[in-house]
């Protein structure tokens, strides 16, 4: 169950400011029904460019029905430059807080707001800017950077809360964490170099793993292995110990000792065990 | 305010007579069933009567009946025994709508030297049987189907199924958790090898659930300890949960011998009258083919978390298949799977009943539910586009 704070209730179970402004002098809609949610927000203004009105229709959970009705609150007796200055991190503010999950909810409010202002002023739709790199949620690399930058944003999981993106086939995971890691000014570490080992390098690194990383685990649990011979890409091992009555040692040999010298020494070993 | 509790899917009220049976062992017959002195013995008399009246529901052997934590690790226990006992085979199948319990480990061993099929549904949730069959071959080492979905309440074909299965000797594993206890099962009858259940789904307590492996399947345990279980299952014995779900079961057996229609009568009624009530709305699942207990409901245009939550301030529990409930942003993989267009996916709520559920209950729910529904679509900025 979501911690919503009271006022998020209250704004959910008595919306105020629904409807339809039929002579409104800005739209903005936002969202859409495949992505479970979506907000359209109409605003009215007075002869000196205050907001007399606005109103909404949100589809979507209750903390975004919550953020749509908070957002029109906030905006009546505003001039569209103090409108403007509205962000996301305001809406929810104004609610309680929200759930990190939720903050996309808000985010949603913000959209609606600028899409508004930018009908009233006659500026044409803005072209979707960017390079989308979510493609679920249809969400541009611009949009991810000016969420991280102005959320402060350090993860993936961040992103997602905020914007949506890389919340579906999570594709794009690692295209989000490169504009993470751009925007905290951080250098991407260069893809590991494939390095060619000679069978005597491989053999040496392999002995040298197995001693350093995977006998001291094995010996946790009373078990031990020894190396038997490596065969081009294959790791003969003969499992001593505990290990060798162990019916989960066959887990042990392809889940641990195979990954690990997969991880540390050459991506293609396979390791096979010896019976004695 | 009372609780109208409608998701029994998700679990179910301990029953008073599960309770009372469960109690004294607490802190009367607190022994250690596996000790030498009486007092220890007498829990263990209790032990084998649960384990006796779990197999009696089944149509099983008490010996077949090994007791576990919960349906999660009655799951993983027969897949991962299957898998380290046919070290030579590595392809392993599935539904696309499992439970993550069967679901996720499945990915993992995906992601760990075997070869895996999910077999899609159709529209209703009905499985691909054809996609089923031809995808088995002498490399396949294990199938696990459940034999009832935990949202959309399709029942799926397991004895046809068994049959095929049982000529090609692969191993036949069944998630039953949402199964057992809501229909009769016979395994005399059926050939399958493995099956799982869970307590607090059949008004037993949590924490408990049991695995049957018919005699004669090749076993490895997970839990690798003590000799309990025969050594298949080590740690001691969660003695009261279990005589919890013993009890529980053979209430499930005397309620089935009945046939008793009551929980169909009232889900019907729920369905057909919201149905009636609220246009645009659809049955998600094949009809004919459905738990007696369980219907999901697609509101189009309006979004799951906020009937839930509308919901709940009238005291009705109920459940959905929306993202927004999960904290995921896409809603059930068993919805989209089935090919639940997003107009209807988001906006899915489950009710699942149990005996306990009262006629008033259900007429209260008819009352408050569609004035819920058109609030929310007045809300909507799709409603009136369509209307």
Known sequence: MWEYTNKVKDHFLNP??????????????????????????????DENERIKDAKFQTFGCASAIASSSALTEMLKGLTLEEAEKITNENIADFL???????????VMGRDALEKAISNYRGEAEKKIEGEIVCECFGITDLEIERAVRENALKTIEDVTHYVKAGGGCESCHEKIQEIIDTSLGKERPAKKKVIRLTNIQKIKLIEETLEREIKPALKKDGGDIELVDVDGNNVLVKLQGTCATCSASQITLKHYVESKLRELVAPELLVEEVQS | MNEIYVDNNATTQVSPEVLEEMLPYFNEFY??????????GKVEHKITEARARIASLLGASPEEIIFTSCGTESDSTAIRSVIL???DKKHILTSRVEHPAVKNLYEYLSKNGYRVTFVPVDRKGRLDLDYLYENLSDDTALISIMWANNESGVIFPIEEISKVVREKGIVFHTDAVQAVGKFPIDLKAIDIDMLSLSGHKLHGPKGVGALYVRRGTKYTPFMIGGHQEKGRRGGTENVASIIGLG???ELAAAYLSDNNNQVKQLRDKLENEILKRVPNTIING??????????????????????????DEFGICASSGSACTSGSLEPSHVLRAMGVPFTAAHGSVRFSLSKYNTEEEIDFIIEKLPPIIERLRELSPFWKKIK
Request: negative net charge; aromatic residues 4%; glycine residues 12%.
């Open chain 2, 247 to 249: 009890k529980a079961c």
């Open chain 2, 286 to 311: 094949d009809r004919n083919h459905r738990l007696p207990n369980t219907t999901s409901i697609a509101f189009e245009y309006v979004e799951g978390e906020s009937i839930l939550l509308m919901m």
């Open chain 1, 16 to 45: 105020r400011n629904v409807g339809v402004i039929e002579d409104a002098d800005g739209i903005g809609e936002v969202g859409s029904l495949a992505c479970g949610d979506a907000l359209t927000l109409y605003v009215k203004l």
């Open chain 2, 31 to 40: 022994g250690n069933p596996s000790s030498m002195h009486t007092f220890g």
């Open chain 2, 85 to 87: 006992s046919n070290p």
């Open chain 1, 96 to 106: 309680g807080g929200l759930p990190k999950e939720k903050m996309h909810c808000s």
